[in-house]
């Protein structure tokens, strides 16, 4: 185990202006946002030098916006970062390449919500039945 | 050239007793891919809590699975304790921690007995589900129920444990500890134990590592992952325990994983009757504030993570589950490629899939194109 402050004194280190609001926001949670654009490149980071673990992906429809949010353990302590997508044209980068586990996350929020992960390999129906009508998405709100 | 041929596993197969469905590609008899397929068990829990008060998304945050039941209810429970500045009371926080390892015990023996049931072994499978019936005995001893023990609440729990009960309860532990030590012989040495699960469905650490996954899955490719040690919860830092981390990978280390898993909660429990601190069981309050969190246990089988967001109303906005299940499914790739078709039931019944808890997300009714969403 690591404490908050010295995790997040390496993070803000390592990721820079990569990340925006770091702050630790509960005992073992740091919360940070990032830009879409970002995210490849903070996920390689993040697994090179962290060895973080990816425990979740979370979408939430924020209104005009969905924001994702996805979080990392690393040595104990949860890291979420929230990048936030447009309703109109919900897209974000795919870390399938770097984090393979990321598979299942991201089929299951392109069902639930239709957004799209770039560079996703096969970007296949995962949860919803095959027969599911074309752009209804249950999570989104109305 | 030889063609691949795809044989469907499940979604109903004898060797899983939820639906899923692994696409099999053989080249004769060995496998060269996997291709796994969700959503035959949807039930649209995520959409229903959004629609639930805080009180009632406990109780069917239970209802997720009915194996680790007290995980989700847990998880949730101390999720939303995080975001309104809750704080059990110790004497609440050591119950919980029993239960939720007697959940552990029962879940373990559960799939030990389904993993020497899938080897052709029926009659260690029927001793084990006997003693796992006397667990189930004692959780409904203390908590009056047998599988949604329902004794979680917010700001501590429903029912007291009293002087008598833990007397009985370190009793009929203690023979059960008896009864499961010789099982440990059996799982370690017996001939067609090894023979159906030793180097049959490796995961190397490199690969563990890679692919995330959780629980005993990992503890046994030797990734010493354990959210009990990792980010204490409850009374786990107070109570001296193991992880039990091994290093063969195979199907036979993540089945000896759990065995030695239930000593160490046998050992937690013992310890937290016998240091049951004195007190209220439960702390009032008043109103769940806005706020979001994630909140995280270790359930029988690995990580599982709740996130919640509350705007201040009676119901939170959005709950996202994350049970150990989805990461460890992804390992049935690298564990099944390279075996046989007749290995395929154990190396999957040793990942403990629980299907239910994978598939919670949502359940539609669709009629020509139209939706409908269900409300109850």
Known sequence: MESEESLLNKISKELKDLVQNLRIIDKRRIQADVNKRDLKEIAKILKE????????????????????????????????????????????????????VADFYEREIMDLFGVKFEGHPKPRRFILPDN?????????KR | MPRETIIPFGPYHYALEEPVMFKLSVLGEKIVDVDVRLGHAHRGIEYLMEKKRFEDCIRLAERVCAICTQAHSECFVMGIERIAGIEPPKRAKYIRTIIFELNRIESHLLILGLTAHLMGFDTVFMHLWAFREEVMQILEELTGNRVQYAITA???????????????VLKSLEKLEKSISRFREIFERDKTIRMRAKEVGYLSKQDALKLNVVGPVARASSVDFDIRKRDPYLAYDEIDFDVIVLDEGDSWARTLVRLLEVFESLKIIKAALENLPKGDIKTEYEKIPAGEVTSRVEAPRGELLYYIKTTGSITPERVKIRTPTIPNLIAAKPILVGGTIADAPVSIGSLDPCIACANRVLILDLKSGKYRLMRW
Request: aromatic residues 10%.
């Open chain 1, 132 to 140: 599911w009508p074309k752009n209804v998405y249950p999570l989104r």
């Open chain 2, 154 to 168: 917010i700001g501590g729990v429903r029912r007291d444990i009293s002087e008598k009960q833990v007397s009985r």
């Open chain 1, 49 to 100: 030098k962290f060895g973080a673990h990816l425990s979740m992906i979370t979408c939430r429809d924020a209104g005009k916006e969905f924001e994702v949010i996805y979080h990392f353990d690393i040595n104990g302590n949860l890291l979420n970062l929230k990048a936030l997508t447009s309703k109109a044209i919900p897209k974000v980068p795919s870390i399938i390449i770097i984090f393979p």
